[in-house]
């Protein structure tokens, strides 16, 4: 598919706003769905709507089927080893809740310590604030340096036999650091301590094994890569797994109930309680086929050109400060103008029909970390071009002009 083609999957992106032409550049919030994602939505509510798991009729039959065949394309999307290996989520906070909570009660004590990092969203934060408060064990942080990249060494210093649990991002949500999440697993392993990856900025952008990476966890939206919001995807190793109680109590999670006793059920259900968003879970395998198709290579190269022009062009405008400026960088790009609040930039870029994030992202720490209170970020996604860029580059120019 050539740019224009992939542009022409996304309808939403021919608008105009407020009298200009769109430029969407808050894909790390979320991204656009193409047409095959809406169709499928579409397509289950308008023919096959029914509950899964439970009924021998017909249409029950269907949406089980499709439910679980898109379960087998996110297997092979991330190559666990087992299908029941995926867990199907509300999002990658409902993924962590549920680590945090299920492994924090089986597996964390007194005393027992959690690694995060400063660059961590809010989501990889405060579950683990809250279950290590429960359980008095400790949160411990990897700092940072002035480039938003982790000090692998102070990393190898938190770890020891107290680490139960090291849970970080692979890529940055505030300024696209990518961190050496692999290097990282490995060390983590050595002291025998299990590591969780939110891929939540990862997966729309590079191609994930989790064998590979040997991760015990790894959880991601649907929303952030192209498929629908309110669902997302917990991988974890079997073993883990089965280790671990149940998350939630409910239907589909049981094997028999009775009111002395509750028996579980086997993976993946025992972690998937109640009627789910089977519409968003069903819509999730076209986004994974979406990507496929437009390939990891276009995607990759797309992004590094868009990311590489960008950060050249916004250097050069002065009073522009790059929040972020690791070598090793996902398509996300956080800054701030001297004498002016992002949130008064962003405004203007709004007038000018391009969309971009303003504030903490939910970096609240990292925005302490930096003495700022929020930053400007553009994320890219394929579907971005440098024609985009450059109108962007202008509008921040005319917003300059304006604020000063
Ligand atoms: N982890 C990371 C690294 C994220 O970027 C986000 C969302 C989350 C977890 C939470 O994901 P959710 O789908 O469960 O909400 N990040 C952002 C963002 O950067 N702007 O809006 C949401």
Not at 107 to 123: N, Q, R, T, W
Request: some cysteine; aromatic content about 8%; charged content about 20%.
């Amino acid at each position: 598919m050539t740019l224009a083609e992939i542009r022409k999957q996304f309808p939403i992106l021919e608008q105009q706003v407020n009298g200009k032409p769109l430029i969407y550049f808050d894909n790390g919030a979320t991204a656009q769905k193409p047409l095959a994602v809406i169709h499928s939505i579409d397509d289950y509510y308008q023919k096959y709507n029914s509950n899964i798991h439970r009924g021998v009729h017909h249409l029950s039959q269907l949406a089980t089927n499709r439910y679980e065949e898109s379960r087998d394309i996110l297997q092979k999307f991330v190559n666990a080893r087992k299908n029941y290996e995926i867990i199907f989520t509300a999002g990658t906070t409902g993924g962590i809740n549920l680590v945090a909570s299920s492994f924090g009660k089986k597996f964390l004590d007194k005393g027992d310590e959690v690694i995060i990092s400063a660059m961590e969203h809010h989501s990889n934060i405060v579950p683990w604030q809250m279950i290590c408060e429960e359980r008095g064990a400790n949160l411990r942080v990897i700092p940072i340096n002035d480039k938003g990249e982790l000090i692998y060494e102070e990393y190898i210093k938190l770890l020891s036999h107290r680490t139960k649990l090291v849970a970080i991002t692979h890529i940055s949500n505030t300024m696209g650091t990518i961190n050496p999440v692999r290097k990282m697993i490995v060390n983590a392993h050595e002291i025998g301590a299990k590591v969780l990856i939110d891929a939540a900025q990862s997966v729309p952008h590079m191609k994930l094994d989790v064998q590979e990476l040997d991760c015990d966890f790894l959880v991601f939206s649907a929303h952030k890569m192209f498929g629908p919001t309110g669902v997302g995807v917990l991988y974890g190793k079997e073993e883990l797994l089965n280790e671990m109680p149940p998350y939630q109590g409910g239907g589909d999670m049981i094997k028999e109930v009775t009111f002395e006793k509750t028996t579980y059920n086997c993976l993946p259900h025992k972690f998937e309680a109640g009627t789910p968003n089977i519409a968003g879970g069903i819509a999730t395998a076209e986004a994974v086929k979406f990507m496929n198709e437009v390939g990891f290579d276009f995607i990759e190269h797309q992004e590094h050109e868009l990311l590489t022009y960008a950060t050249k062009r916004l250097s050069e405008i002065e009073g522009v400060r790059i929040i972020g400026t690791s070598s090793n960088k996902a398509s996300v790009i956080s800054f701030v103008v001297a004498g002016t609040h992002p949130f008064d930039v962003g405004t203007l870029l709004d007038q000018m029909g391009i969309a971009v994030r303003t504030g903490h992202h939910c970096t609240q720490p990292l925005m302490n970390f930096f003495g700022i209170p929020g930053t400007i970020r553009a994320s890219f996604a394929f579907y971005n071009t440098k024609e985009e860029v450059d109108v962007f580059i202008a509008a921040i120019k005319k917003a300059i002009m304006m604020l000063s």
